[in-house]
């Protein structure tokens, strides 16, 4: 059973690849840091200036002191209007304003650009209220002078104190010039009225108009309630008629509480309905021909003509009553208006004085007012704080620039990484096989250069190790040594003591095929080098290069113009006279390839190879054939069929992770037997004894499977 799938990054295994591409996070430090001290020597210093005002309170809500007199001209502010702080701090950094600075810093400022040196003056300049119930704002001012800032401050202030009080100035010599000509129309203006106030009087001997109109609109008031009570009094009356005199209501109860002036009406009303309920009672479950009931209903009809000509008598004399009234309401009302012209006149005149006589003495303590606003005028600003500052820049911040330039050049090939890791869907590390196959692997063999190449390659400057440019290749594919004790040669015992464990018990099982699923992926390397490992330990290995396509292994151990091909060609019986010995290696034989045929396939389906492995099981303990790519030839599943074991090459860094489960189809289908699976290239991550076998890693460089052609692939 399959271990769970492991998709993603650990923490450990994102340590290790940073640490494999180390020279990518000096390399970005570097610029980051270069490009940060560029700008810090590029960036003039910043400083900054602050400085406090405080606006009177005299300035913001002065109010008019009441004039003695009471008159409703006292709330109102002629020369002194208050001031609303935010208006101020808009003021500040208004461009009229400063533009006054600009010419008081700058004399020779030219018109044209005045107003573009206003702008660029409000950039700098901030402006704030201290809070919304206070009266102190805080200026400041950014620079790159700090006496420049100073001097803005400074001039803001003065000139912003200037143009208030040449405002409150003019508007004082304004407002005097105006009361003293409304004081002269005004006092012209109440002598006439007052001389036409007592004419009128003298003309129409009138002494005190106001009491004599309100008797009079006393008895009106009187005569109107007594004619709205008697007007009710002949409604009520007309009402209780119209039920007595409707037969269809005659049974119906007459309504107390009515409010007639007459108390027998009232008395007579009680009776004639307890009678009717009485009537009533008696009515149910009886006959209307009972001698009672008749008698009862005559003794209720005495009464209710007794109050049909009592209610018919109190309606006349109501009548006779509300005309009476009329009349005196209508005396009452004529005596009222008898003179309205004349009331009329004499109320518009004393109006017209009191109006006249208010706005005189308002205008004279405005008068008063304004001779003393002129005489003394305080700044409506007071400086709390003087402009002052650190002396020390604001901008740019040094440390936090180097700081942010540190930190952004250590994270970017990190993020790169981990995206560039994220998005590669190949193989990386053993784990990523074992969770997806059951199949074996037999050995891990990482990527390797030889140490004079590698240390070549690591004297190059940085901006020539990137990605994109090309790695420098090795010379020889041969790299176990014997004694050699690094960690390609320790990867391939490590691969021989698993083979060789594989194959006890089994001599007659010597036959091995070594192939992979694309080109590049270095089958011819391990196939090479494991032999060579195997002829180290003295076993007698032969290698075979059954790749007839591209003989890669015939052309690094050297071709024959005779070989395998020629023998499965039956152009050659002997295959003993094809069979080399490598050079140092008495026990290492080579089969090469010979004369490439055009057409490999049908030579490889013949049955000259079985007889081939046949009769050379006896003579070797290990046969290992390179064969092509099992991917899109079928060579290497012809070869399969005569081999005991197969051993299917797996690169990293090339190889897609979702093709591990097609090696499990290959094995279900037969077409390879006793698959085992070796992991090639994988980055190593230390030296031999420490940490080789264990956590290779995510380092694999990209490019290398496919791009580079390096001893591997």
Not at 19 to 42: E, Q
Not at 387 to 412: C, D, E, N, T, W
Not at 530 to 539: M, P, V
Not at 546 to 564: F, K, M, Q, V, Y
Request: hydrophobic share 40%.
């Amino acid at each position: 059973m399959n271990r769970p799938v492991e998709e993603f990054l650990t923490l450990q295994e994102f340590w290790a690849l940073c640490l494999s591409h180390l020279h990518w996070f000096v390399l970005s430090l570097v610029v980051m840091l270069f490009g940060a001290s560029y700008y810090l020597v590029k960036t003039p210093n910043t400083y900054v200036r602050n400085a406090s005002v405080m606006v009177r309170e005299e300035t913001t809500g002065a109010k008019v002191a009441q004039s003695a007199s009471g008159s409703e001209f006292n709330n109102m502010a002629f020369i002194q209007q208050p001031t609303n702080v935010s208006n101020v701090v808009r003021q500040y950094t208004s461009l009229a304003l400063l533009s006054d600075v600009v010419r008081r810093l700058d004399p020779t400022v030219d018109e044209s650009d005045l107003v573009r040196q206003a702008k660029n003056l409000r950039l700098g300049l901030s402006v704030s209220q201290d809070g919304e119930e206070s009266t102190v704002i805080n200026l400041q001012y950014v620079s790159h002078s700090p006496e420049y800032a100073e001097a803005v401050l400074n001039a803001v202030i003065e000139v912003y104190n200037e143009r208030w009080l040449n405002e409150r100035n003019q508007l004082a010599r304004n407002g005097a010039h105006f009361i003293d000509g409304r004081l002269d129309v005004i006092e012209s203006e109440l002598n006439q009225v007052d001389d036409s106030i007592s004419l009128f009087k003298t003309h129409h001997q009138i002494t005190d108009l106001d009491r004599v109109s309100d008797l009079y609109l006393q008895q009106q008031a009187e005569s109107e309630a007594d004619l709205l009570r008697l007007t009710n009094q002949l409604s009520m009356a007309q009402y209780i008629l119209g039920i007595l005199q409707d037969e269809k209501t005659q049974h119906q109860l007459l309504p107390t509480n009515t409010g007639l002036s007459n108390g027998e009406v009232e008395t007579q009303i009680a009776s004639y309905n307890s009678y009717l309920l009485k009537l009533k009672n008696n009515m149910v479950g009886t006959s209307a021909q009972n001698p009672l009931i008749l008698r009862q209903e005559a003794e209720l009809d005495d009464i209710r003509q007794n109050i049909l000509a009592t209610v018919t008598s109190l309606e006349n004399t109501l009548r006779i009553q509300l005309q009476a009234v009329q009349l005196y309401n209508a005396e009452a009302k004529e005596r009222v208006t008898s003179s309205p012209d004349q009331a009329k006149r004499l109320l518009a005149v004393e109006r017209d004085q009191k109006v006249k006589e208010s706005l005189y003495l308002y205008l004279l303590q405005k008068k008063e007012e304004n001779e003393i606003s002129m005489t003394y005028t305080p700044e409506p600003t007071q400086v709390i704080d003087m402009p002052h500052g650190s002396m020390f820049p604001i901008a740019p911040k040094r440390k936090s620039v180097l700081l942010a330039a540190a930190l952004f050049g250590l994270l970017l090939p990190a993020v790169i990484l981990f995206v560039m890791e994220n998005l590669n869907t190949t193989v990386r590390k053993r784990s990523e096989v074992e969770c997806r196959t059951q199949l074996p692997i037999v050995g891990e063999v990482p990527y390797y250069m030889k140490s004079i190449t590698r240390s070549w390659w690591e004297k190059l400057p940085f901006w020539k190790k990137l990605p994109f440019i090309k790695e420098p290749t090795l010379s020889s594919p041969l790299v176990v040594e014997h004694g050699r004790q690094d960690v390609v040669n320790e990867a391939f015992r490590l691969l021989r003591s698993n083979l060789e464990f594989m194959s006890d018990g089994h001599h007659q099982k010597n036959v091995y095929i070594i192939t992979s699923m694309h080109a590049g992926s270095g089958k011819t390397f391990v196939s090479m080098n494991l032999a060579l490992t195997l002829a180290i330990k003295e076993r007698r290995v032969l290698l075979i290069d059954g790749d007839i396509r591209r003989a890669s292994t015939s052309r690094t151990l050297g071709n024959r113009e005779l070989g395998l091909a020629d023998y499965l060609a039956e152009k050659v019986d002997d295959v003993a006279s094809l069979i080399y010995q490598v050079e140092d290696h008495p026990t290492f034989s080579v089969l090469p390839v010979g004369t490439t045929p055009p057409n490999p396939t049908e030579l490889l389906s013949g049955p000259r190879l079985q007889q081939l492995l046949e009769e050379l099981r006896p003579h070797y303990d290990y046969i290992l054939i390179d064969c092509p790519m099992a991917e899109s030839l079928a060579d290497a599943f012809l070869i399969g069929r005569c081999a005991d074991r197969t051993l299917f090459v797996i690169r990293a860094g090339l190889f897609q992770r979702k093709m591990v489960p097609q090696l499990d189809a290959y094995v279900q289908q037969g077409r390879f037997k006793h698959l085992s699976i070796i992991l090639n290239a994988t980055p190593s991550t230390g030296h031999y004894g420490y940490k080789y076998g264990y956590g290779y890693g995510y380092y694999y460089n990209y490019g290398l499977s496919s791009d580079r052609e390096s001893l591997q692939s």
